[in-house]
Every structure is written in C-alpha cells, then in structure tokens.
C-alpha cells in the first residue's frame, strides 16, 4: 500500500492508469504498425523463432498460473481443480502443441512482442494483486478441504449446471450466425466479427461491470430474504445501465462509419469494408441497452435461485434467432444476422424482466420509467449535436487526414458525452448524481 493512499484511491487509480495506456497504445498504433504477421519487418530488435517465440509468450499463461494455483489452500477442492483443469486443457495445446502445427517455415518475430505477451500477463496478475489487500485485512483466508458432500459445493454445482446449458446455447447461437454469415457475401463473417467486438466495449465496460458490482449486494439480500433491498439495487443498477448504454447505443448507430474508418481501414481493409462493417455495427447498436441489461437480469435469477429462467430465454433466442435470419438473410445478407441479435437480445430482456417482476412479487416499474423518460431526453438532446456536428466536420472525420478524423472524433464525442451528462444531472437521475459525488471523493 502505498503511503497516504487508501486501498480504494490505488484501486481507482490503477484502473485510470490503466485506461490512459490503452489511450495511448491506440493513438501509437495509429501510426506505428506493430511488427506481428504479415507486418513482420526489421528494426524491431533481436528477432527469435517464432514457435520459440509462441511458447514464450503462451508458457506463463500455463505455468504461470498453474504454480499460482497450487500455492491456494483451496487447489485440491474439486470445483477449483475441475476449473484449473479445463484452463490447462487449453493453455498447455495452446502453448506446447498448436506452435508445432503451424506452417509458418523459418519466420522469426522480434523479442519486443515477446515481451509485450509478457507485460500484458504481468498486468493481468497485478489486477488480481492489488484486491489481495482488502480481502486479507476482512480476514479472508484460504482454508484446505476435501470434502465431496459439503452444501456450498452441491449448491455451486447445481446452480453451475443451467448456467453451463444456458452459455451452451450462447455458443449454439454464435456457430450459427457464423454458418448463415458464411453463406453471404465474401468478408461478412469478417464484417460482423469487426463489429461486435467493437459493441462488447460498452457492454463490458457497463454492462458485465454493473453486474458484477451488483451481485454481492443481490446476494446477501437474497440470504436475508430482503426482498426489498433486492428489488432498489435491481431498479438502480438497471436504471445505470440504460443511463450508460442508451446513449451509448445512439453515438454506434450515428458515427459507426466514421469510427471504423479510424479504426480499421488502413491496408487490406478498405472502404467498402468500412461500410458494410458500420452497417453491422448500426444494427448490433440497436440492441446493446438489452445486451448489457440482461448482464444484470441475470445475476438477480442466480441470487434467487431461480437459475431455470435465464436458460430458457437463451434457447428461446436461439430459436428466434434461426427464424429471424432465414426469413430475411437472402434480402439483407449480413446485415440480417446483426439485426437478428438486436431483436432477439430485446426479446430476452423483456422475457426476462417480465419472469423477474412476477418472481419479485413485482418492482418499481414507475422510478424505472420516469428515469427512462430522463434518459430518452438527454439522448434526444445528444443525437441533435450529433447530427449537427457529423454535417459541419463530416469532411473531417472522413477525410485522408487521421490527424484531423481523430482531432474532431474525439471532440465531437466528449461534447456529445458532456452535454449528455449535464442534461441528466439537470433532470436530476439519481444514479448519475451518486456516480459524480463518487468520482469527486476519489479525486478529491
């Protein structure tokens, strides 16, 4: 710890330092193409060969985390162990088997990747060292026990069953989206991949963040059957997730275009690829308040026990999902695939909402929806400067410049971002009022 700095100023500290370097080694790589590949060239320093240079990279993955484990009092508990197993299943192919299966002759790669392999590993075990304070000052410790019949590892399983089903049939959906969109036209299956890695931003960054955060509280509401307790922390976190994803989800739709082309379209990747990709995103867009909402729906089924709900609405989507798509894939091609998502994520948040208001013996369904309300102006607001903007620097954003396309992107998206915000602390949403009081006690 460091002097005259809480556990949780270091944490937020770390976590804005963590998000600057990431600013930072998006801008360098704006212009400084990193020497992987089919980028491969000299300069770059020592160079090795490159399966040596894949194990190295991989082994710590494998090794590192394998001495890590065994060092846990709990390493020989079997839900623990069945974990690390399929980890290793796949790390140990991954690092000492797959380098010897690819073609890649006598190429060599610079000692530099290496190293940055190595130094994302490294930040990764800093993630997890720098919560090891708070849990050993509450006096958590790791106790070895071996015992097959305790309740919480029966519990843990049976509630693990659904889950894996439900995460089965996620997959299900995917290996489908893949066959239809392989069947389109050449690069869709590469357009739509494009796309919803670029929407899972904002659903990790709210979304599973908002979630996450929620369940311990849902948790013990649950065991002290305060239902009450259970149903604010539900309405708030919901209410900050369409705070964070709705305009989020309007900002996809209206600069996708712009924000590919300074992404991506540089080399093979071309203008026409930037398109069809910003159309994909534009239509994922339209479902990302319903994707990151059910992050936190689902959190709530498993605090009651109730771990059946979310599985069915995940084969309920499968099957819309097939349907959806062949019905309109022949006349709107890939496109067809990212609006399936969108339509069958808001088909299960409201499955899900509706199931959860009944097993809650209901929820404030009003405070939800004046806060929406707030929510829907402040966007309105926001796509106005938008459309605004867009016409007055399109040339800009959209022109050979990547100095000029990052200078008014950025610009045009933190005034979006400030004027959004403004107008919901002038209408006062609670959620964002609490969030800026957190910010200024943690910068202040």
Known sequence: MLRGMSEASLHFGAVVAMFVLAGITFATLQFVTAPYGRHLREGWGPQIPSRLGWIVMESPSALGFLWLYFRGAQAWEMVPLALMALWQLHYLHRTFIFPFRMRIGGKKMPLSIVGMAIGTLIGGLLQLAVQLPALFSC???FLPRFNFYDPGLIRILKLMIPAVIGLSATQINIFINTKFAASCAEGSVSWLQYAFRLVQLPIGIFGVAIGVAAMPLLAR????KNIDGM???FVSSLTMVFCLTIPASAGLYLLAEPIIKLIFE?????????????QAVSLYAV??????????????????GKTRFPVIGSFITVCINIIIIT????F?????????VSVTMIINFFFLTTVLYRELNGFSVLSLWRAFMKILVATALMIAFLFAARSLTGGYMEGPSLI???TSLFGIITVAAVLYGATLYFLKVDELTYIIKKIRSKMF
């Open 139 to 141: 006096g958590f410790t």
């Open 327 to 330: 019905l309109t894939i022949d």
């Open 266 to 278: 540089r080399g093979a990747f071309t203008a026409a690829d930037t398109v069809a990709t910003a």
């Open 287 to 304: 479902g990302l308040f319903a994707y990151s909402a059910n992050k936190v729906l689902v959190p709530v089924f498993y605090a009651l």
């Open 404 to 406: 000029a396309g990052i």
């Open 221 to 224: 509401y649950s065991a002290s």
């Open 231 to 233: 149903k604010e922390t």
């Open 332 to 340: 709107f091609q890939h496109r067809a695939i990212a609006f399936s």
